[in-house]
């Protein structure tokens, strides 16, 4: 077997779609010292998957379960001297006995892809979020910016919302007197929803699922203030009057994140909010304490909720910011979060059969993977299993 069939034979047994008897040929050539070798180069080169649990981990478990697949016939899973043995000393009756058992295999294992595929056509519904949002205005009217075309969305005294070809909005103005400070526009993002916008005074914003952005039409000349609920990342662009700089404020309930220019993300979804740096620096503010934190680059500012509390830790910040590249990335996070994050994005209800605690997961998964081939690959982990009814998951160990 050369490297190229190996690498067709692994890609299809990692998507389900390999036959019997291409699996324990499969089996065959992997129990030996050049399959396994060619397994090392072939996955450094071609195999390196949208997601990881850690390059030997995957590679391992890959390994196991071919090896330990119920498919294969009991005879070519007693060991690698054995199989070498029993494969070179099969009679001519012998050998039709086995082609008969594969055939049999081969029909029975048809016959239950088949029932898989009908299985999973039930969780073909369950999609990946995608741009979906809209603009709630303060007379409570509305837009759903999935539903219009690329082209002017409001003209209304001098101001100007444009929806752009990229999906995400802009403001422009055509006299800055003529729009009122005091009226706001809200942006809200579904379940399964994600949206960027250019704020009013050029600075943007992503929007993850389940979000809230409220924020004035025209800034006050002293202070530019916004609201979130959700998660959003920012990129604030520095602004002055009268050679003073204009901070830039982002307010959660007792949180408030002072900006004068700079990078960063906000996450208010649970009762920690975490914000964390990416560029420049940013002051926390927390309604009820004294002093503030001032971040670094790296830096996350955790704040409690209940306790009204807050600690500041070092962290890699691509976990925090890998959905703004359509990722979901976890580093030994507990199973609990790691489905909250799932069920927001692909909206989702999702239940735990006993007490996870002590389950926690790190990796990296695409957020545009289908739903099904998702659960598939938390399950390589062999930390849990899930059980599929509709659009709700129950975990189990």
Request: net charge negative.
């Given at each position: 077997?050369?490297?190229?069939?190996?690498?067709?034979?692994?890609?299809?047994?990692?998507?389900?779609?390999?036959?019997?008897?291409s699996?324990?040929?499969?089996?065959?050539?992997?129990?030996?010292?050049?399959?396994?070798?060619?397994l090392?180069?072939?996955w450094?080169?071609?195999?390196?998957?949208?997601?990881?649990?850690?390059?030997?981990?995957?590679?391992?478990?890959?390994?196991?379960?071919?090896?330990?697949?119920s498919?294969?016939?009991?005879?070519?899973?007693?060991?690698?001297?054995?199989?070498?043995?029993?494969?070179?000393?099969?009679?001519?009756?012998?050998?039709?006995?086995?082609i008969?058992?594969?055939?049999?295999?081969?029909?029975?294992?048809?016959?239950?892809?088949?029932?898989?595929?009908?299985?999973?056509?039930?969780?073909?519904?369950?999609?990946?979020?995608?741009?979906?949002?809209?603009?709630?205005?303060?007379?409570?009217?509305?837009?759903e910016?999935?539903?219009?075309?690329?082209?002017?969305?409001?003209?209304?005294?001098?101001?100007?919302?444009?929806?752009?070809?990229d999906?995400?909005?802009?403001?422009a103005?055509?006299?800055?007197?003529?729009?009122?400070?005091?009226?706001?526009?809200?942006?809200?993002?579904?379940?399964?929803?994600?949206?960027s916008?250019?704020?009013?005074?050029?600075?943007?914003?992503?929007?993850?699922?389940?979000?809230?952005?409220?924020?004035?039409?025209?800034?006050?000349?002293?202070?530019?203030?916004?609201?979130?609920?959700?998660?959003?990342?920012?990129?604030?662009?520095?602004?002055?009057?009268?050679?003073?700089?204009?901070?830039?404020?982002?307010?959660?309930?007792?949180?408030?994140?002072?900006?004068?220019?700079?990078?960063?993300?906000?996450?208010?979804?649970?009762?920690?909010?975490?914000?964390?740096l990416?560029?420049?620096?940013?002051?926390?503010?927390?309604?009820?304490?004294?002093?503030?934190h001032?971040?670094?680059?790296?830096?996350?500012?955790?704040?409690?909720?209940?306790?009204?509390?807050?600690?500041?830790?070092?962290?890699?910040?691509?976990?925090?910011?890998?959905?703004?590249?359509?990722?979901?990335?976890?580093?030994?996070?507990?199973?609990?979060?790691?489905?909250?994050?799932?069920?927001?994005?692909?909206?989702?209800?999702?239940?735990?059969?006993?007490?996870m605690?002590?389950?926690?997961?790190?990796?990296?998964?695409?957020?545009?993977?289908?739903?099904?081939?998702?659960?598939?690959?938390?399950?390589?982990?062999?930390?849990?299993t899930?059980?599929?009814?509709?659009?709700r998951?129950?975990?189990?160990?």
């Amino acid at each position: 077997m050369d490297k190229k069939e190996l690498y067709i034979l692994v890609r299809r047994y990692r998507k389900g779609t390999i036959d019997a008897d291409s699996l324990a040929r499969l089996n065959l050539f992997l129990e030996t010292e050049e399959g396994r070798r060619l397994l090392e180069e072939t996955w450094d080169d071609e195999l390196e998957p949208a997601y990881y649990i850690g390059d030997d981990l995957v590679r391992s478990r890959v390994f196991q379960k071919i090896a330990n697949d119920s498919r294969i016939i009991p005879e070519l899973t007693t060991g690698r001297s054995a199989i070498r043995t029993k494969w070179y000393r099969i009679s001519a009756a012998a050998a039709l006995l086995l082609i008969g058992a594969v055939c049999a295999v081969w029909w029975y294992s048809n016959e239950e892809t088949a029932k898989n595929r009908l299985a999973m056509q039930e969780t073909e519904t369950i999609m990946p979020g995608s741009n979906r949002a809209r603009i709630q205005f303060e007379d409570g009217s509305f837009i759903e910016l999935d539903e219009i075309m690329s082209d002017t969305v409001l003209a209304d005294r001098g101001l100007r919302i444009f929806k752009r070809a990229d999906g995400s909005i802009s403001y422009a103005y055509d006299d800055n007197k003529a729009v009122q400070r005091e009226l706001y526009n809200t942006i809200v993002t579904p379940r399964g929803g994600e949206y960027s916008l250019t704020l009013p005074d050029g600075s943007k914003v992503w929007l993850n699922a389940a979000t809230k952005l409220r924020y004035p039409l025209q800034f006050e000349d002293d202070n530019r203030t916004i609201e979130l609920d959700g998660e959003a990342y920012f990129e604030i662009v520095k602004q002055k009057n009268e050679n003073h700089a204009v901070p830039f404020y982002v307010v959660s309930g007792n949180q408030k994140v002072e900006v004068l220019g700079t990078q960063f993300n906000v996450n208010t979804y649970g009762a920690m909010y975490k914000t964390t740096l990416v560029e420049g620096s940013v002051a926390m503010h927390y309604k009820g304490l004294s002093g503030n934190h001032t971040l670094k680059p790296s830096q996350q500012a955790v704040f409690s909720v209940q306790t009204g509390t807050s600690t500041v830790q070092y962290v890699d910040p691509s976990y925090s910011i890998a959905w703004r590249s359509g990722k979901f990335a976890f580093d030994n996070v507990s199973i609990y979060e790691v489905m909250e994050e799932i069920a927001r994005w692909y909206d989702i209800e999702v239940s735990f059969d006993g007490d996870m605690s002590t389950v926690r997961y790190s990796g990296s998964i695409s957020r545009f993977e289908k739903f099904e081939q998702l659960l598939q690959l938390i399950e390589w982990t062999d930390l849990v299993t899930f059980k599929v009814d509709g659009r709700r998951i129950t975990v189990m160990k």
